[in-house]
DNA sequence: GTGAAAGCGCTAACAC
DNA sequence: GTGTTAGCGCTTTCAC
């Protein structure tokens, strides 16, 4: 492979002078910019990027830690990573995959063995102890979601609560005037997901600004779990019109069970769904939705994570405002004027 | 941070010992060694990665190509990447996440800045164009799937030929006498992907020598196509009694459809599938199916690959066994004695 | 069994 | 606008 120094050799410049015209460090002369471009180009040089990272201290690599649960929504994390890829390398920042499970163990291995220039952290959860560790990091980092204590890192997340809110203000727009909200199983909310919980407060003080009444359930996305919530919430309100579903594998199954007992969509009922796009559109009924911006959420972490490291502070708990898709199965309540 | 230079000062010992005690390339007295160790733990000291590279010409890192077209299966391509990234760690690598539409640039990138020690290349279709560049590299690779011309490079994947002989085998052995072929969309076919057609040649070879009549149906997982499909091969074969399904997607439609037109897996039809566990264990009559290895597949790329870092030579393509997991779908065909 | 020192290929002062 | 050079933190001869 040839080096800095071939190069200047070749383009009868100094080392230096190679070095400024790739990092555009200091001014150059036209003529010497090209003369030495092209021996680059000739050479087929690359700099080496372990000796960069050395003398730099910048390795122009992100470090990027996913969830491999499998609980999580794979179609979503890939369109996560595939985003936070395209842009890392629109930046000039190749993308080093670490896993969840590493923990902060992993963190600290890459980070003190100066492999990456920041962290981005995904699927980030209320009590997580990875923010913690994070900010005592000589690398800046990013949060995907919110911990309750974000210790002063940067996070990006779509805004749940508002979303919550967005469709209980869609559906009392409609007209309804009693809501259910179907939510991910108990689980989900026992473990602590910030995101459940948010998403909860959201529709419950919407609902309390519209003077709607509502009903909660967790819902495991069985064919039993989802007949036992809808029994669930149509007993405790049995005006029930309209149901917000915070759960995407529950989906199909609960048109399904509707379509069952022939109760029509949204004719009988109107269901909002928050989750996952591709798990809304191709329904039976096509769901009116909040959708995940994965690749704004994405697009976001990645600039947030490279203007600090130009610099940048930024504390910021960066809320992405809710965007409702609407579709079919939302309509008037039944017994609407 | 701390540098091997502290370290040593630490221990009362030379920079060159710690290295050693660390490489363990060459002896060290017992209390040395002690001594270094507690230095390097008192310390938390972790050699720089950059520095590491540069002087010794390895990285520690392995970079994985992975396919990001969504058609993919991506539980699948999910368990793939968990267990590269999981067989790294235990060979003391990590992972950098190439996209696949970077291409051929994306190999020379990151192969000629020595920000890797070898490459593992996903989804390597027919007419690849990225095996021809990797040979030329100085890091050595290996291909999950396998080229029409390997190069020479070492290649994992499944024995598609001898997945489609297998389901063949155990349709003939139940009795089966008149077989029908379900394949991926014709598109498929067209793109030159090598598994499909390693699959239809391993069928009709073992159909060939079992005196079984075929049919083969390429297929569009649409209702509108499964149809069609199940309609052509029944025209062509009228004692159709079994289907061997090469086609994740058209499963549940294939299931529903016969059930709707009150045809009895297996009773009247038997079903096997070859694809993904997870896309054939869960329906309503659960899938004999010959699934993907993936932990194998990527166990063994990775054993490969660390392999040929150790020197060891490879130009093996290493075609992995199928295995049939028997489930409800195949009995016996209906007049059977 | 251990130490001294010459690089590895770059960046960024510090010259002029 | 350009050149000289001192590191960056390791690995690995070479020497003893």
Redesign the pocket.
């Known amino acids: ?1 040839a ?3 071939d190069v200047a050799r070749h383009a ?6 190679v ?1 400024y015209v ?2 555009g ?5 036209a ?2 910019d090209a003369r030495v471009r092209r021996s680059i180009r000739e050479l087929g ?1 690359r ?2 990027a372990g ?2 990272s ?3 201290s910048r390795t122009n690599v992100l470090a990027l830690v996913v969830p491999l649960r499998s609980d999580m929504n794979l179609p979503v994390l890939m369109r996560f990573v595939t985003t936070i890829v395209l842009s890392a390398r629109e930046h000039d920042h190749d993308v080093l995959l670490l896993t969840q499970d590493e923990g902060v163990d992993g963190l600290l291995r890459v980070a003190e063995s100066a492999m990456a220039d920041a962290f981005i952290v995904m699927d980030v959860e209320a009590d997580d102890p990875r923010p913690a560790v994070l900010t005592g990091l000589a690398q800046p980092s990013v949060l995907i979601g919110v911990p309750d204590d974000p210790s002063g890192l940067p996070c990006v997340d779509l805004d749940f609560a508002a979303a919550g809110a967005a469709c209980l203000e869609h559906l009392a727009g409609l007209g309804h005037r009693c809501v259910g909200f179907l939510g991910p199983p108990e689980q989900v909310y026992l473990r602590g997901t910030s995101f459940a919980r948010r998403t909860l407060e959201g529709f419950r003080g919407a609902a309390d600004a519209h003077g709607v009444r509502t009903a909660e359930e967790p819902c495991t996305p069985t064919f039993g779990g989802v007949r036992a919530a809808l029994a669930a919430l149509r007993e405790r309100r049995p005006g029930l019109s309209a149901v917000v579903v915070h759960n995407e594998d529950a989906l199909p199954v609960l048109q399904e069970v509707l379509h069952a007992e022939g109760a029509g969509v949204p004719g009988d009922l109107s269901l909002v769904a928050i989750g996952p796009d591709e798990s809304a559109e191709g329904l039976p009924v096509p769901m009116t939705v909040v959708a995940m911006p994965a690749e704004q959420i994405a697009k976001d972490a990645v600039r947030t994570v490279m203007r600090r490291l130009d610099g940048a502070e930024d504390h910021t708990v960066r809320l992405l405002p809710p965007q409702l898709q609407l579709r079919a199965s939302t309509a008037p309540p039944p017994n609407a004027p």
Request: proline letters at 4%; aromatic letters at 4%.
């Open positions: 492979m080096t800095i120094a009868g410049v100094s080392i230096s002078t070095s790739l990092s460090k200091r001014a150059i002369s003529e010497t040089y700099p080496h000796a960069r050395l003398a730099g």
